[in-house]
């Protein structure tokens, strides 16, 4: 009842159901709905999935490589009822930055963050608070992987246009195993492999047009007037 509801009411941490009954959020059992994916997560890495929002920073280095991963969980202020506030978690992305920076092994390595959610998209269930790919461009990250719109895509951001340093490619997958109904119109399933070699990164994209069929090569790069397009691009590093 909500006028038996003694502590404070914080927008989005609660549901009206009427003008007399609210549903307020446990904080410790909202977190439990990333336990399915932390058992996910255990049964591949050996470890659990951190469900503290503020240990979502999730840093994978691969000396050999030379190549470092930052994975970020933009869902962390989602559910089923709100479904449009995708962000970055600041204390995640602080304690992983700080960690980055503090250890001179990673200073020259090739840096990628990997997130879901877009910075761009048709609808609301973009990242609006795009701060954090600046301090990603500042920390040295080179490029960022996501998903969501189930489309392969690429973009650029550069935080200083006077620089080489700070640019950031965006390299967004395509829908990989979604059910049929779920495809965007005249898109197939598609998903991209990323080759590093030297200094550049070429990423190729994949396509699968029938249901059960054959994974072949998506040439959907335009490559400029009377020219084929391609099914890689490629990106200096």
């Known amino acids: 009842d909500r006028k038996k509801y003694q502590g404070t009411l914080k927008e989005g941490h609660y549901i009206e159901e009427s003008e007399r009954v609210i549903r307020v959020r446990d904080e410790a059992k909202y977190q439990q709905r990333f336990a399915h994916f932390s058992q996910f997560y255990q049964a591949i890495k050996a470890q659990p999935y951190p469900l503290e929002y503020d240990q979502q920073g999730i840093i994978d280095y691969f000396p050999d490589q030379n190549l470092l991963i930052l994975g970020l969980n933009s869902a962390w202020q ?140 998506d040439s959907r790069w335009t490559q400029g007037p009377g020219q084929s397009p391609l099914d890689y691009y490629a990106i200096e590093l």
């Open 78 to 217: 989602l559910d089923h009822h709100f479904r449009d506030r995708a962000s970055i978690h600041q204390g995640a992305l602080v304690k992983a930055l700080t960690q980055i920076r503090r250890n001179p092994d990673y200073r020259n390595c090739l840096k990628i963050a990997v997130l879901h959610h877009p910075l761009h998209s048709a609808g609301s269930d973009r990242i609006t608070d795009q701060g954090f790919i600046e301090q990603l461009a500042v920390a040295g990250f080179r490029f960022f992987l996501h998903g969501h719109i189930h489309k392969a895509e690429t973009s650029l951001f550069r935080y200083d246009l006077r620089l080489e340093k700070g640019k950031l490619d965006a390299i967004c997958a395509g829908t990989f195993g979604a059910p049929t109904l779920e495809l965007r119109s005249a898109y197939p399933w598609q998903y991209n492999l990323l080759k590093v070699k030297d200094n550049q990164l070429t990423v190729y994209t994949r396509r699968r047009v029938e249901e059960n069929g054959a994974w072949k090569p």
